[in-house]
T-cell receptor
Framework: GAVVSQHPSRVICKSGTSVKIECRSL??????MFWYRQFPKKSLMLMAT?????????EQGVEKDKFLINHASLTLSTLTVTSAHPEDSSFYIC????????????FGEGSRLTVL | QKEVEQNSGPLSVPEGAIASLNCTYS??????FFWYRQYSGKSPELIMS????GDKEDGRFTAQLNKASQYVSLLIRDSQPSDSATYLC???????????FGRGTSLIVHP
């Protein structure tokens, strides 16, 4: 299957700072990537759909000014958590579909954010 | 509102037994069905996809789809302790659509 790489895997930051998470498709081009958030023992929550060369589409209730998404190339999408607060602490996971368009999602390794 | 329902579990089975995981969905137009495995603290990993009614087998895993009943299941034969994880069911209306995920079923395989 397709390989999606995410970095960093863990990050600890102080409240009020911003954190950038990168998501790369390593062996395929992804015009669309997806960002999820998962709290402990909870289900995956889709935050936004990242579209190469255009604005991201955010799910209801997700603050676009707080969670900045940039999809500048066909292999890279970034999520920036701005002015992070402790309640933003979570597991953030990106995913992408490969060109076969079977609907299968391939996930990055995830990034665990802890805001102190 | 598209919904995908799974029993959260935990489902506990002895090593060597068959584990049966179930999922129901609300959208009759759904065309693509997936099972993901997620170990604690890790991201989901695709283990099976199924697109037509019937059974699909891959090693110890069998996915079963019944569109009339809006039901998809995953059977794990000869369960191993390493199969202990949360299994996520995902359903989409086709390749261009974002899958909707269930909450997942926690499986515990005890020695």
């Amino acid at each position: 299957g397709a390989v999606v790489s995410q970095h960093p895997s863990r990050v600890i930051c102080k409240s009020g700072t911003s954190v950038k998470i990168e998501c790369r498709s390593l062996d395929f081009q992804a015009t669309t990537m997806f960002w999820y958030r998962q709290f402990p023992k909870k289900s995956l929550m889709l935050m936004a759909t990242s579209n190469e060369g255009s604005k991201a589409t955010y799910e209801q209730g997700v603050e676009k000014d707080k969670f900045l998404i940039n999809h500048a190339s066909l292999t890279l999408s970034t999520l920036t958590v701005t002015s992070a607060h402790p309640e933003d602490s979570s597991f953030y996971i990106c995913s992408a579909k490969d060109s076969a368009n079977t609907g299968e999602l391939f996930f990055g390794e995830g990034s665990r954010l802890t805001v102190l | 509102q598209k919904e995908v329902e799974q029993n959260s579990g935990p489902l506990s089975v002895p090593e060597g037994a068959i584990a049966s995981l179930n999922c129901t969905y609300s959208d009759r137009g759904s065309q693509s069905f997936f099972w993901y495995r997620q170990y604690s603290g890790k991201s989901p990993e695709l283990i099976m996809s199924i697109y037509s009614n019937g059974d699909k087998e891959d090693g110890r895993f069998t996915a079963q789809l019944n569109k009339a009943s809006q039901y998809v299941s995953l059977l794990i034969r000869d369960s191993q302790p390493s199969d202990s994880a949360t299994y996520l069911c995902a359903v989409s209306s086709g390749g261009s659509y974002i899958p909707t995920f269930g909450r997942g079923t926690s499986l515990i395989v005890h020695p």
